[in-house]
């Protein structure tokens, strides 16, 4: 696969707010309406993108899959995300591999409604109709992820009872980029917090699991720290996209 680089991207300033624009002249217009709102928009953008703990690679995948994740999915942003990983060094197989990576957030609203189904099938008095404990395809289902991810939940536990055979899909999908993709185990992680600490997806259980999973893998405090801040500029994709709105083509 083609992993160049697209020259015209190769100069880009990642720093800068001007070029998330899709012109020169919808960021003048943006600083002529408010001079002062464009240079604290500005440098608020600047901070994390200048900040030296994590590479521009890494930084424009973290918010590449912020902005591609289930909670998210704005399509300007993944746009111009795409082109600023090539720039920034990143490969299209790396975006593929983040693409993999994130999509069981959405299993994370499956955590919650299995108790609840549980809960209420219950009250009816019915028996349960789950796959029995001793059942040999939830202990090959855990050891299999186990095996590739390094680590169990115990929401993944009713998940596996109650629907096998979609548990076993999970984690296939859960696990492949692990199994196959090009970024480190590190920068996976890295990928999984971003996702969790989200204005659009806060999930504290799965935070805390893939903080301490990075920091197994060497990550250091700055690092995620950054990631937090990364997370942050999230506030600022309502004045970009106002701002083409108002004055793009």
Same mark, same amino acid.
């Given at each position: 696969?083609?992993?160049? /680089?697209? @020259?015209e991207n190769q /100069?880009?300033d990642l720093t800068?707010?001007?070029?998330?624009f899709?012109?020169p002249?919808v960021a003048?217009?943006?600083?002529?309406?408010?001079?002062s709102s464009?240079?604290v928009a500005?440098?608020?953008?600047r901070v @994390?993108?200048?900040g /030296?703990?994590?590479?521009?690679?890494?930084k424009e995948?973290?918010?590449?899959a912020m902005?591609?994740?289930a909670?998210?999915l704005?399509?300007d942003?993944?746009r111009?995300?795409t082109?600023r990983i090539?720039?920034?060094?990143?490969?299209?197989?790396d975006?593929?591999?983040?693409?993999?990576?994130?999509?069981a957030?959405?299993?994370?609203?499956?955590?919650?409604s299995?108790?609840?189904l549980?809960?209420?099938w219950?009250a009816?008095g019915k028996?349960?109709?789950c796959? @029995?404990?001793?059942?040999p395809?939830?202990?090959a289902a855990k050891?299999?992820?186990?095996?590739v991810r390094?680590?169990?939940n115990? =929401?993944r536990?009713?998940?596996?009872?109650?629907?096998?055979?979609?548990?076993?899909?999970?984690t =296939?999908?859960g696990? %492949?980029?692990?199994r196959?993709?090009?970024?480190?185990?590190k %920068?996976r992680?890295?990928i999984?917090?971003a996702i969790?600490?989200?204005?659009?997806?806060s999930y504290? @259980?799965?935070?805390?699991?893939?903080? /301490?999973?990075?920091?197994?893998e060497?990550?250091t405090?700055?690092?995620?720290l950054?990631i937090?801040q990364?997370?942050?500029?999230?506030?600022?994709?309502g004045?970009l996209l106002?701002?083409?709105?108002?004055?793009?083509i």
């Amino acid at each position: 696969m083609d992993s160049e /680089k697209p @020259p015209e991207n190769q /100069k880009l300033d990642l720093t800068s707010l001007e070029t998330l624009f899709s012109s020169p002249a919808v960021a003048a217009a943006m600083r002529d309406v408010s001079e002062s709102s464009f240079e604290v928009a500005a440098q608020f953008w600047r901070v @994390p993108f200048a900040g /030296k703990h994590l590479t521009p690679r890494m930084k424009e995948l973290i918010f590449f899959a912020m902005h591609v994740s289930a909670s998210a999915l704005n399509v300007d942003a993944i746009r111009r995300q795409t082109k600023r990983i090539l720039a920034a060094g990143g490969t299209r197989e790396d975006i593929v591999d983040v693409l993999i990576s994130i999509v069981a957030l959405a299993n994370h609203g499956v955590y919650s409604s299995v108790p609840v189904l549980n809960e209420e099938w219950a009250a009816t008095g019915k028996p349960s109709e789950c796959v @029995p404990d001793d059942d040999p395809r939830l202990a090959a289902a855990k050891d299999r992820f186990i095996a590739v991810r390094g680590f169990w939940n115990p =929401d993944r536990e009713s998940i596996a009872r109650e629907m096998p055979d979609y548990y076993a899909a999970l984690t =296939d999908v859960g696990t %492949e980029s692990w199994r196959r993709g090009p970024l480190t185990r590190k %920068e996976r992680e890295f990928i999984c917090i971003a996702i969790d600490c989200n204005l659009t997806h806060s999930y504290p @259980p799965g935070l805390r699991i893939h903080i /301490k999973n990075a920091l197994r893998e060497g990550a250091t405090k700055g690092e995620i720290l950054e990631i937090f801040q990364l997370s942050a500029l999230m506030g600022l994709e309502g004045y970009l996209l106002a701002a083409e709105a108002m004055f793009g083509i």
